[in-house]
C-alpha cells in the first residue's frame, strides 16, 4: 500500500496540502499532530499539567479516532501544550501503534517524524517549511479567524519556541529525511504547493 509522508514546521501548510492530496489521490488522511493535541486538550480538561509524565501517558493510552475531531484542538493553547506533551518519550511510544496501523493500510501522513520514524519506508516523503515570520502571520490569522486574542508577537514568540523543541528533543526530533523532497512554502500559494507536490508524487508513483 502506498505512503506519502509529510514532515515539517508548525504552520508550514503541510495540513492544507495532506487534506488536498488526500482528496486528490482519494487516500485516507491522518493529521498525526492532532494525537498530540488531543493528548494535551485531555489533559487540559482534567486540569492536569502538560510535564505531567504519568498523567499525559494515561491520557496517550485513551485515544480514540473520535477524539481527533473535536473542535477546540485548533486553539493556540492546545497547540503549546501539544508540543510539550510531544517531548515526552513515553507518550510517543503510546502513540506509535495508532500511527503505524493506520499506515499499514496506506495513507498519507503528515506530522514531524513520519518519513524517519513512523513510515522510514514511505513511497513518497515530503518535507515543508516556510520562513518563521511567515508562518507566524498565517498562524496569526488562522487564530483570529477562531476568535482568539492574540498578537503576532506572542504567536511568532511560540512558534520560534515550538521549532526549538521540537528540533531538539532527545526522541524523534524533527528533522528532513535523507531521500524527502523539500518544498518552501514562503513565497508559494497553496495552490502553488500542492501542484508543485503533485507533479513530485506522480514522477515517483507513476
Known amino acids: 500500500m502506498t505512503v506519502i509522508a509529510i514532515d515539517g514546521t508548525f504552520a508550514s501548510g503541510k495540513g492544507t496540502l495532506g487534506k488536498r492530496l488526500a482528496s486528490h ?22 486540569k492536569n ?45 503510546e502513540l506509535l501503534k495508532f500511527q503505524k496501523d493506520f499506515a ?5 501522513l503528515d506530522g514531524r517524524d ?22 507566524a502571520h498565517r498562524r496569526h490569522l488562522e487564530l483570529n479567524a477562531n476568535q482568539e486574542s492574540i498578537s503576532f ?7 520560534t519556541e515550538r521549532d526549538t523543541r521540537d528540533m531538539n528533543r532527545k526522541n ?11 518544498i518552501d512554502t514562503t513565497d508559494m500559494t497553496a495552490n502553488d504547493v500542492f501542484e508543485n507536490a503533485r507533479e513530485i508524487i506522480d514522477s515517483i508513483i507513476f
Do not use: W
Open 104 to 108: 499499514k493500510k496506506g495513507g498519507i
Open 172 to 182: 524523534a526530533p524533527l528533522k528532513i529525511a535523507a531521500t524527502a523532497h523539500i
Open 49 to 93: 499539567s502538560p510535564e505531567n509524565l504519568v498523567e499525559a501517558i494515561n491520557a496517550a493510552k485513551e485515544i480514540k479516532p473520535e477524539d481527533l475531531k473535536i473542535p477546540e484542538l485548533k486553539s493556540g493553547n492546545v497547540a503549546v501544550n501539544a508540543s510539550k506533551v510531544a517531548a515526552h518519550v513515553e507518550v510517543r511510544k
Open 25 to 46: 489521490y482519494k487516500m485516507p488522511y491522518l493529521d498525526t499532530g492532532k494525537l498530540y493535541r488531543a493528548v494535551a486538550y485531555k489533559l487540559m480538561e482534567t
Open 153 to 159: 508577537e506572542t504567536v511568532l514568540k511560540q512558534l
Open 114 to 135: 513520519i518519513g524517519t520514524v513512523i513510515c522510514p519506508d514511505a513511497e513518497v516523503k515530503l518535507f515543508i517549511d516556510a520562513k518563521s515570520e511567515i508562518r
